[in-house]
């Protein structure tokens, strides 16, 4: 037996604690959710449920928040606010009404009425979300006129609130996208401003002139604008009616079986809305559909707002829609039945801009894309047609709260996390499994549920730290005689686990 003495446990007690104060010198909190650069939608009230959640990584008594705009009459700032008190097991989590505008996220977390750490989240929105459905003057494009290029996009936005997921339409992810059309390949929760070239996800490579009717109506409306972009050059509503409907057809490049071009829309209404929520879709088609005749081209528009609102459960989902179908000249078959579909009494569609007024050679130089001119004008014309009245008229569909991930105590000092319950998962360590044994780092994971949403569980970060010393025996008197083969346990006070640590003898 090895004899632990006074003398000896003071002098190990005082080790470890000189060990455990230098592990509080990394003690952290961390904000994982919302992520940078994130746009929420507000309600009609121009508030919105804002999520925060985290992890944390020593003993908290409370954990508060707050919001501060970035810049004067960008929003209102509030007060620091009780997010949760008594987090246990690791993670926080709590919900602030916010007001529209744009914002740092600030946390800290107190122990016995001190602060005792702090994180932030340096741009988050609560604002206006769109959706985009259409061809190439809705996905961007160029077009070639005697071998030159006059049809380049234009440049991204200039506002720091106009916002998009980045898409690399270069990257392999993509290139299995396009074979597979699965959302796994597709960008998570990761924003940026929208710049000239760097894509939107979930199908646009371009700015083109989206970036300039953020940049107008952010001004206009004073709060940030998230932006998806589901076009397809080359598609018009009848190869979306199909997809839609699973109702097989032939083209040179679209790839039905993907249920392209449909599946775009489908993909970004179940992989990003339900973490973001959304006003409208912004529908610029009508160019392609000039060979249908009117009643056809209306059938196409009801069945593709008809199937997205039931298959998303979004029946008020709203659709603005633009008046477009220049093709050297305007054909009145597609405006006919644009603008019928617009005025169907209480069918939450709305009039977007009249874009077959820019019809000049200098704006469409091949007769049917734009030039940086006529891209400007489309802009500003589809920003002024989002009027206030119209946002008035529409009920969003605002932000789900995202469930979080649990942490169990497993073996060999590690823990196991364990999302809810779904299809599939993806890891961002690469597996696939449900669960997770890990250590220190942090863990995120997206989850398809049953109903082909998927899920962001705010991310799990652990850190190795926040112990007190606690005996494996009985005794509790000194000297203290232990077995020569013993071991002792230091216990994480934060996921109240025990990994054990073996003694020199």
Known sequence: ML??????VTSLVTSLLVYLCNLQAIAQIDVTYPVNRMVIQRSNANTATVQIAGSYAQPLDVVEARVVARATGQGVSTDWAILQEKPIKGQFNGNLSVRGGWYRVEVRGLRNG?????DSVDRFGVGEVFAIVGHSNAQGSGCTVNGVNLCPSMPGATDDRVTVVALDQTSPDFQQYLNTADTRYLPGLVFSQLQTFNGMAPFAKMAWFWGHMGDVLVQRINVPVLIYN????GTNMEHNYKAAYDIPFTHSFVRYEQRMPYVNLRN???LYVPSTGIRAILLNHGENDRENPADLILKHHYGVIDKARQEFNKPDLAWIIALSSFTGKP???VRLAQLQTINRPGYQTFLGPDLDSISSVAD???GAHYSPLGQAKAGERWAN???DDILKKITPYEAQQQPLVRIDCATNRQLQLLPPTGSDYSWNTGNTSQSLLVGTGTYSTRVRSVRQETLFPPAVTIVNKAHSLVWDTDANSSPISLPETCTFYVQNEVYNCLPAIL???
């Open 364 to 366: 469409r130089p091949d």
């Open 385 to 387: 047609a989002i009027t």
């Open 268 to 270: 970004l209404m179940n």
């Open 114 to 118: 001190k602060v005792v750490v702090t």
């Open 331 to 333: 054909f009145e078959n």
């Open 3 to 8: 004899e632990f003495s006074q003398k000896n």
């Open 503 to 505: 003694p020199s003898n």
């Open 230 to 233: 589901a076009g397809f050059g």
